[in-house]
Every structure is written in structure tokens, then in C-alpha cells.
């Protein structure tokens, strides 16, 4: 299956999958419960999958979600590189 790399999901996958990415723990912990690739799941419940994180809840998310995640990491101040740079962790 191919995804279209829209600007929200490009912001989202590379805090998300990137290790040399910033992102804040509790940041990275609030996206992927936002993420709904498994259903809309409360926290408790997503920490027993697969040790905490699955990717897939995230890449088979709803467009929807992809949103939702996109803007947290946006009001939080989270860019991609290029755009002078992530302005959290500096």
C-alpha cells in the first residue's frame, strides 16, 4: 500500500520514525494517542501493544488523524528542517 506524503503526514513521520528527530517524550507519547490506526484507543490500552508503540497505529491512521497529530506537533512549535529548523530541543 503507497500513502501520499501530504504536508501532515511528512511533519508527522518525521518526528515519529526519525531517531535523530527532537521530539519531547511526552509530545511523542500524545501524537501516537491521537493516532487512530487501531481504533481510538486510550492510552492504558495502546501501552500494552506491542510494547507501547506500533507504527502501524500510526501509518494506517484516518486522514483525520493525520490532522489532529500534525497540528499538536504544530502548536507545540515542531517544524520540519528547512524551515529554520525544529524550534523545540534546540
Given at each position: 500500500m503507497s500513502y501520499e506524503m501530504t504536508p501532515d503526514r511528512e511533519l508527522v513521520v518525521y518526528y515519529?520514525?526519525?531517531?535523530?528527530?527532537?521530539?519531547?517524550?511526552?509530545?511523542f507519547?500524545?501524537?501516537y494517542c491521537l493516532a487512530?490506526?487501531?481504533?481510538?484507543?486510550?492510552?492504558?490500552?495502546l501501552a500494552g501493544i506491542n510494547g507501547g508503540y506500533d507504527w502501524s497505529?500510526?501509518?494506517?491512521?484516518?486522514?483525520q488523524a493525520?490532522?489532529?497529530m500534525a497540528a499538536y506537533l504544530r502548536e507545540r512549535g515542531?517544524?520540519?528542517?528547512?524551515?529554520?529548523?525544529p524550534k523545540i530541543g534546540r
Open positions: 515519529m520514525r526519525n531517531e535523530k528527530a527532537r521530539i519531547e517524550d511526552e509530545d507519547e500524545a501524537v487512530d490506526g487501531f481504533g481510538r484507543l486510550p492510552p492504558e490500552e497505529h500510526v501509518r494506517d491512521s484516518s486522514p493525520w490532522a489532529e515542531y517544524e520540519l528542517p528547512g524551515n529554520d529548523g
